[in-house]
């Protein structure tokens, strides 16, 4: 019921910039908390980013300062500006919405987009 499309990402060098977008249709959970994640191959997905109702925000380690996520007042996009980027970024992301107002349950899916980071 609930979708989340993903577009952006591809190939850039290390140092460059990408930009991670995620809009959500369907039944459209407004203001649910979203999120950002990221999985390479044979490893364990793990978190990136966060976008809470309230519109904090947090981050992994190591992300340090250089990725910023956003979205709408009502959670339906959201996005993952990605700076400064290093080959060691190279992977799959996903954007995730809760199901939740309650509590934080990634739930809600996108469909991954690949980051590669030449070096």
């Known amino acids: 019921q609930v979708q989340l499309v993903q577009s952006g990402g591809g190939l850039v060098q290390t140092g460059g910039s990408l930009r991670l977008s995620c809009a959500v249709s369907?039944?459209?959970?407004?203001?649910?908390?979203m999120g950002w994640f990221r999985q390479a191959p044979g490893k364990e997905r793990e978190f990136v980013a966060q976008?809470?109702?309230?519109?904090?925000?947090w981050y992994q380690d190591f992300v340090g300062d250089r990725f910023i996520i956003s979205g709408d007042s009502a959670r339906y996009t959201l996005s993952l500006q990605m700076n400064s980027l290093k080959p060691e970024d190279t992977t799959l992301y996903y954007c995730?919405?809760?199901?939740?107002?309650?509590?934080?349950?990634?739930?809600?899916w996108g469909q991954g987009t690949q980051v590669t980071v030449s070096s």
């Open positions: 369907g039944r459209r959970y407004s203001d649910y908390t």
């Open positions: 995730a919405k809760s199901s939740s107002s309650n509590s934080v349950r990634y739930d809600w």
């Open positions: 976008l809470a109702r309230d519109g904090s925000m």
